[in-house]
C-alpha cells in the first residue's frame, strides 16, 4: 500500500465529501453507493485495529450518515425491481418514487451536516502507524474465516446475509494491506468477489420481496410477486450449496 491505515482512512473520509457534494449537486445513485461502501471500509479498518491495537474508536458516529444514505439506497434498488414486475400498480410506483424525492431531498438539507460529522469524525481517529506482526494479521483472517464459515452453516437468509457483510469486511482490510503481507494471508480475491456479486443480487430479490409482504397487491401482481418467492428460493439453495461445498 505505501501508506499507514491513519493515511488510508484519511483517503475515504475525502472521498466520503466529494460523494456528498457530487450528489448534492447530480442526485445520481452512484454516489449514494458509494459514500456507503467508503464508510464499510472505514468500519472494517477501525474494527481491525480495535482488535489487533487493542484500542477503541467508536465508529458508531458515522451510522446516522450511514443508515440515511441507506434508506435511499435502499428504496431505489426496490424501485428498480418493482418496474419490472409484470402488472405492477403504477400507482404504487408512483408513491414510491415520490417517498425516494422526500427521502433524496431531506439527504441534500442534511448534505452540510453530513460533511461537519465527517470532519469531527476525521479528526479523532488516530491509529498507529505501525501495523502489526504478520503474525497476528494472520491470526486475525483465519479468524474471521471460521465466523464466516460458522454464519454460512445457519442456513437461513440472515446468516446468509452476515455471512456477505463478514468476507465484505475481510476484503476491505485486506486490499488495504501492502503486497508483502496480502501473500502471507492467502485470500481469493477474485473468488470472494465473485461471491459477494452473487449474494449481493440475491439480498436484493430477498429485500424488495420483504417489502411487498408488507403491501396490499391485486391478484394479478401478487401471483408475479409469488414467482419472485420461487426465484428466491432457488438463488438461496444454489447459493447456500455452492458456498458450503467452498469450505469444505
Not at 505505501?2 to 482512512?9: S, V
Not at 497476528?136 to 452453516?153: D, G, S, T, V, W
Not at 469486511?169 to 461471491?195: C, F, H, T
Request: net charge positive; glycine share 4%.
Amino acid at each position: 500500500m505505501g501508506k499507514n491505515l491513519n493515511n488510508y482512512l484519511l483517503d475515504l473520509f475525502e472521498s466520503i465529501e466529494q460523494n456528498i457534494y457530487a450528489y448534492m449537486k447530480d442526485r445520481k445513485p452512484e454516489y449514494i453507493h458509494n459514500l456507503r461502501l467508503d464508510i464499510k471500509k472505514i468500519d472494517a479498518i477501525i474494527s481491525f485495529a480495535e482488535k489487533l491495537f487493542k484500542e477503541k474508536h467508536d465508529a458508531s458516529k458515522l451510522k446516522p450518515l450511514f443508515m440515511k444514505a441507506g434508506k435511499v439506497r435502499e428504496l431505489q434498488i426496490i424501485i428498480q425491481l418493482i418496474i419490472t414486475i409484470p402488472y405492477f400498480p403504477q400507482r404504487l410506483i408512483t408513491q414510491l418514487k415520490k417517498k425516494e424525492n422526500t427521502l433524496v431531498q431531506q439527504f441534500i438539507n442534511n448534505g452540510s451536516r453530513y460533511i461537519l460529522l465527517i470532519r469531527q469524525f476525521r479528526e479523532k481517529v488516530d491509529l498507529p502507524d505501525t501495523l502489526p506482526g504478520k503474525r497476528a494479521i494472520k491470526k486475525y483472517f483465519n479468524r474471521e474465516k471460521i465466523k464466516a464459515e460458522l454464519l454460512l452453516q445457519l442456513n437461513v437468509r440472515d446468516g446468509l446475509h452476515a455471512y456477505r457483510k463478514k468476507i465484505k469486511k475481510m476484503m476491505y482490510v485486506y486490499l488495504a494491506l501492502p503486497g508483502r503481507l496480502k501473500k502471507k494471508i492467502n485470500l481469493d480475491e477474485a473468488e470472494i468477489d465473485k461471491q459477494q456479486k452473487k449474494l449481493g443480487i440475491w439480498h436484493d430479490t430477498y429485500s424488495a420481496i420483504h417489502f411487498l409482504s408488507l403491501v396490499p397487491l391485486p391478484g394479478k401482481t401478487m401471483d408475479e410477486v409469488l414467482k419472485l418467492k420461487e426465484k428466491e428460493e432457488r438463488q438461496f439453495k444454489a447459493l447456500h450449496k455452492k458456498l458450503s461445498t467452498c469450505h469444505k
